[in-house]
């Protein structure tokens, strides 16, 4: 049985749209769903316990259609279902979604639509010709992509860079907590709003899209941290949900810098401490920091596999 | 134009199946099609260059079926859409391949098989009933995974570890020139025999599982050795391609661990220098490293996302 408060009654409407969140929203390592204390020996054959991250199975149906089935922590499925249906382009802002049921026992969440929606529409015809249409939606995300436009006046300093770090690396999180997980974060200036966690980075992603869009929180003047790599599909994704500053702490691809320089998306990586490199969208950087004053970051806080 | 040397001419036969591969098999950072450099600004907003990975989109057929379209960095697509399907359970051991066809100018692999496959079968079925088949893989792969039996006679000594953490970590690799990217090596003993990379450590398990079984190397004396982390579906593939024993730089997630106890895979994280911890399979560790002899892993091997 579900025993979170369903997010119904936390906003006190059906559906979230037009709501206002309760923001920020933080990661919650106590939570005792999302992890499991475990044994089992060290390199001298000493026994260690540890903590690690609990992973669940959520299929997702888009009315009677089965999509996909995700491995997540399972915290926000809800968030987690429309955020993936948007950014695979699967539904769309004009869609009218009539409800949204998580059924955690048979491990199910089932989103439903007034009416059939456009991909539903595609997906029929195509299983008629060549079969499985995971493949076609490739093509329509690149289609979106290129009718983005990103606000030029968004801007990114970097002191609150280093505000940011220091606030995401040192909040309690499941990461600090058992480690091997992926975290994504939705930022406004030097303040985090939304700071979601899942063991694969495209979850945490989807996650903040899924709030963004049932909450009504405009994307405009945002900033996106993620700690996973600045690949072509986190370039899409960011770009996607129409948001023209993202960071990471982590490296590059070269279809990521690209795709991101295409569209005039802000791209910065290898973002930790003080330090940073930016690829794209290097207009919207005032560098303001006053670096000799701020130390690199310690190396108790560098988020590393495999240690706490 | 695709320049490389085809792998039916590098293994003078058609195809691979029963004939012996040169390994070991090293990553080649200095292919020119695998990096590429760019300029962007650091955090002072002077000029910086680096290199970054390549990442390309590959769609992948399966007879007539268009299956998926992947991102890699494409220096072995013959060997990646093998391996997809087999740990997807897409194709079976005992389907017989007449063809793979890589076209590199509109970016697909073809896999032709003699007979129709049993997923064939399947997606007809579905596609018919409730759409996309992509769900139903997970059932299919859980169902196939409930019937493997690891070798328990396979060893691993942390001797050994010690050993192949060093010859990982510091040849020459894109991650050391470019960053952004996910190792995947096939172990025997001490000794490396295949290392991959790519951009998603899936694709990199995956070509290691299209090369063993193109060129029937056994699955039952090797380790496996990955930078990503100890998720199910890492345990699931690991188990699917039969190698008792997984070992990983980076944490585990609870239902990685379950999966592995359940089926009694070695399953060791965290492994770095001279460290590790094993979560299960413990019995097939023999500790034979003098661990006060062994200096930990110097900082600048040590594999963090974003530096060099």
Known sequence: ?????????????????????????????????????????????????????VERPLTLFLNGREIVTMMTICDYPEYLAIGYLLNQNMLRPDD????????????????????????EEKLKKKTLTSGCAMGTVFGDVMEKFETVSLNKEATIRTSWMVALFKAINTAPSLYLEAGAIH??????DDTVLVYMEDVGRHNAVDKIAGYMYLHGIAPHDKIFYTTGRLTSEMVIKTVQMEIPILVSRSGFTAWGVSLARQVGLTLIGRAKGKRFIALSGQERITFDADLDQIDDEPRHVSRKTGKK
């Open 1 to 53: 049985m579900d025993t979170r408060p369903k997010i119904e009654e936390k906003f006190q409407a059906k559906f979230m749209v037009n709501f206002i969140a309760k923001m920020p929203v933080w990661p919650d390592p106590k939570d005792p769903r999302l992890t499991e204390h475990v044994t089992g020996v060290d390199q001298e054959g000493k026994e260690v316990g540890l903590a690690v991250t």
């Open 96 to 119: 009218d979604i009539v409800a949204i049921d998580y059924d955690d026992e048979i491990e199910t969440v089932v989103v439903r639509t007034k009416n059939e929606t456009n991909f």
């Open 183 to 188: 975290g994504c974060v939705l930022c406004q």
